[in-house]
């Protein structure tokens, strides 16, 4: 591609000449070590180091153009001076890999919680009902039925437009994180669909205030296609606040709600079944819920809401999500005979905990076990919060540690034990090791009480614990397998 193809809308504060903008360009990179002859290299100052102070490596590795939105002269290669680096590889890597996302029915879901098992939900309609799907997000990215891992909800604009280019799905679901959306990482990006699913206390150790945290979800609304459509729920009050903004620009909400003016509006949401009644256009109609709790509910019924506005009718919808199997580490059930009942959940926010244990307690649970920590150096601001809900809702709770993110384990402990002493009760105890913690949990459970484990989900353990396991789900099982050997000894 020649350099004036790649650098086009692209507000630039240096003169490209003739000769320049036939340069050859073979390739793009923000990462120094990614840059092979013939590149461009864009130059970004992050959170933790500057792509700037990298140039020289990159010129090594033999990058002919290096852009970047410091004031720089440079000798060996020509600088080319732009506004803002990471907007720049937005429009740059849109450019490089031929705008894929326009030819793509491209779905972005937004929201503190609920974007994952959505996506998921989602999908699984999509495909049941004869469409191909991406998705990229948290657990994985998923492309041409192929799974790739993945270290970012929402991955760089450079690598989302790789994903794009690579795909021969007709539709793409991508997970819209608020880290993702102020970093440019969805720049360039067109949806057909923004699905704004909830906000709640989170990630305030990024954006200072939720007003600051809302209008960066906003900012995915900016990036719909011409007749885009937005889908909402406004049972939240963000949700409810989004549909007032939308609405004057001229974009076309749907949303869902319990209220008549929603439309679909959610009739009977009983805690305890797994049922959801709802009304669109004065009809009535029941769906299937398959996973458990309320909250499951809303993302069920956005899911259902995007796969009607695609197209596909609403009984081939209702008879598709009586298949969905569920997601990785999200309300997971692990229920076997004579043991207690063990959910995994991803439950990171006070609201989630909430959701979790009251779903539990409606779904039959005698007493609710809660297992969770904190992780380290994330919002601090919402420990408080999540310790008074379990410690008012569960019947014991055990704290213990989740990823300490270079906290070291003494201060994590410490810091347990402050945060119980000011806002715990005399249900809860502290066992450090996370896989000692489930187990104690699991052995003091009865038969009809629940073990709810939040936090990690589907994900691995970062640091080793005492009985060598890889995950909860697997510490679960470990655990599970010696309580089953030692009921079969003890009934002999
Ligand atoms: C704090 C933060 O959000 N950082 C994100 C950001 O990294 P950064 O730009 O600050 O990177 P940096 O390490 O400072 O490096 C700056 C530049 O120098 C370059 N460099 C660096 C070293 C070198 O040798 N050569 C070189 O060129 C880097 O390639 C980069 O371009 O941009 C990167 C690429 O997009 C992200 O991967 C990275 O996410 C980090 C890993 C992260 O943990 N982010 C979390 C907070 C996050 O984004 N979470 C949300 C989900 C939140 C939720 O809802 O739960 C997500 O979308 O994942
Ligand atoms: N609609 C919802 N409302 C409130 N809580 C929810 C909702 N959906 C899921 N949760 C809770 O949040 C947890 C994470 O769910 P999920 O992974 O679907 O959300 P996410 O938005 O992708 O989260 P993250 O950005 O942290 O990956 C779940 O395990 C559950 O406890």
Known sequence: MLLRDLLRELSIHTNIDQTL?????????????????GYVFIAIKGFTSDGHDYITDAIQNGATIIIGDQSLNLDVVP???VDNSRQALGIISKNYYQNPSKDKIMIGITGTNGKTTTSYILKHLLEQNGKSCSIIGTIQNIVNGETL???NTTPSVLMLNKLLSECKDEIVIVEVSSHGLTQFRVEGIQFDFGIFTNLYHEHLDYHSTMEEYFQAKLLLFDHLKENGLAIINKDNYWGEKLVSILNP?????YTIGQSSDNDIQLLDLATNTSTISAKAESNSFEMVCPMPGTHNKYNTMLAFLTARSIGIPQNLIQQSMMSFQGVNGRFETIRQEHTPTVIIDYAHTPDAVFHCITSAKNYGAKRVIHVFGFRGNRDKTKRPEMLAITSDL??????TLDDLNNVSEEEMIETLEELNRSYGNHKG???????LAIQKAIEMANDEDWVMITGKGHENYQQDFHLNTFSDKDTVQAVLHEFTKQEIFNSN
């Open 249 to 253: 620009r001229g974009i076309k909400a």
């Open 429 to 435: 105890m502290i066992i450090p090791d996370r896989t």
């Open 21 to 37: 903008s036939k340069i050859e360009v073979k390739g793009i990179a923000d990462n120094s070590k990614d840059v092979k002859p």
């Open 149 to 151: 891992s993945s270290s």
């Open 79 to 81: 600088y080319i001076k």
């Open 394 to 399: 569960s019947d014991c709770y055990i704290l």
